[in-house]
């Protein structure tokens, strides 16, 4: 059985060193070429999907719609969710990261950014940029829009998403793609491996390369490599 994870090419926000979390930044030029050839590897390796999950922010949406059809496999049935987004980086988010480092120093920009249970300073509820105001969040309750997300809460919002969809689909052998974010990808990492907290803070996962899992009928690891 196999899951193959792909974060999103590089988006323009990554281009201009900015935290981008739940802001709906667009690929970069550069992003979107990573996401063609990730397709293209895809295609090459023969591998056939039955299922693609997304989340809601169109940098993953168009990844996983440019690897779909570059691997001929645009019709595979697709799920979106909110909970497959970006870790929210709260207040942080659009701020330039290295004008952030020179504000706060680079310690408490370190621990902001790789602490697996540290929170982002939060952003306030009445924020123009607030997901509250987002009309794609709208059928959620107000308590379960964050202001601003760990790695750990961002797993702990992941994980029923991959208990409910994505683990039941891989048990019905079916191969799956997850076409994420970084951190979304991170805190699945973290649950599928038993990663210990501090050994996720090690895990890095860059942008358009195919990573995949294959797993036993206890979704346990027994192989795992990016495709060249």
């Known amino acids: 059985m196999k899951l193959i994870f792909v974060r999103h090419g590089l988006s323009e926000w990554n281009k201009l060193n900015q935290f981008t979390g739940w802001m709906d930044a667009d690929l970069s030029e550069q992003g979107y070429d990573e996401a063609h050839k990730a397709g293209q590897k895809i295609k090459n390796a023969g591998i056939n999907f039955d299922f693609a999950f997304t989340s809601v922010l169109k940098r993953a949406i168009k990844t996983c719609h440019i690897i779909l059809e570059e691997s001929d496999q645009l019709w595979v049935p697709e799920t979106k969710s909110w909970r497959l987004n970006e870790r929210h980086y709260g207040a942080l988010q659009g701020l330039n990261k290295q004008a952030t ?42 308590r379960t829009i964050p202001m601003g997300e760990s790695l750990k809460v961002t797993l702990e919002r992941v994980i029923p998403f991959w208990e409910d969809h994505i683990a039941p689909a891989i ?29 996720i803070m090690a895990i890095d996962i860059p942008t358009g390369q195919p990573l995949v899992y294959e797993l036993n009928e206890e979704l346990m690891v027994t192989k795992k490599y990016y495709l060249e």
């Open 171 to 199: 048990l019905d052998n079916k191969t799956v793609l997850i076409a994420a974010h970084g951190n979304s990808i991170r805190a699945l990492i973290k649950y599928l491996e038993e990663l210990s907290d501090e050994e």
């Open 101 to 142: 480092i020179e504000e706060f120093g680079p310690e408490q920009v370190q621990i902001w950014r790789r602490s697996y249970d540290t929170l982002p300073p939060l952003l306030k509820p009445n924020d123009l940029n607030s997901a509250l105001n987002d009309r794609r969040y709208a059928n959620l309750q107000k």
